[in-house]
């Protein structure tokens, strides 16, 4: 599966932004996606994951209740709505996929990962 995440960019704080990831090459409603995201000197960490048919999902605390993971298969996209947006949510964000049933929250989980798209919250 190759993964493309898209819909970054420059946002004040208290707004809004729209990922997407779309996938090519397999079916992603085969599996299970999640969004991780890594500010600089940081190390990756958990945003969201949902299962392969969108029944259960999971949000990290520190974005809950501002951020929501969603997905269509028949688009074979995963999307992560952002808002109420902090300086602090500035990261590089990723998009990956696992093999499996559940939802998974640990990058180790996760076979296939997007290239990132920067997300930058001015103050």
């Known amino acids: 599966v190759q993964l493309q995440a898209s819909g970054g960019g420059l946002v004040q704080a208290g707004g809004s932004l729209g990922l997407s990831c779309a996938a090519s090459g397999r079916t992603l409603g085969r599996y299970a996606a999640g969004w991780f995201r890594q500010a600089p000197g940081s190390e990756r960490e958990f945003v969201a994951a949902?299962?392969?048919?969108?029944?259960?999902?999971n949000t990290a605390d520190s974005v809950k209740g501002r951020f929501t993971i969603s997905r269509d298969n028949a688009k074979n996209t995963v999307y992560l709505q952002m808002n109420s947006l902090k300086p602090e949510d500035t990261a590089v964000y990723y998009c990956?996929?696992?093999?499996?049933?559940?939802?998974?929250?640990?990058?180790?989980?996760?076979?296939?990962w997007g290239q990132g798209t920067q997300v930058t919250v001015s103050s």
């Open positions: 990956a996929a696992a093999d499996g049933s559940g939802f998974y929250t640990t990058a180790r989980s996760y076979i296939y």
């Open positions: 949902i299962n392969w048919i969108g029944g259960m999902r």
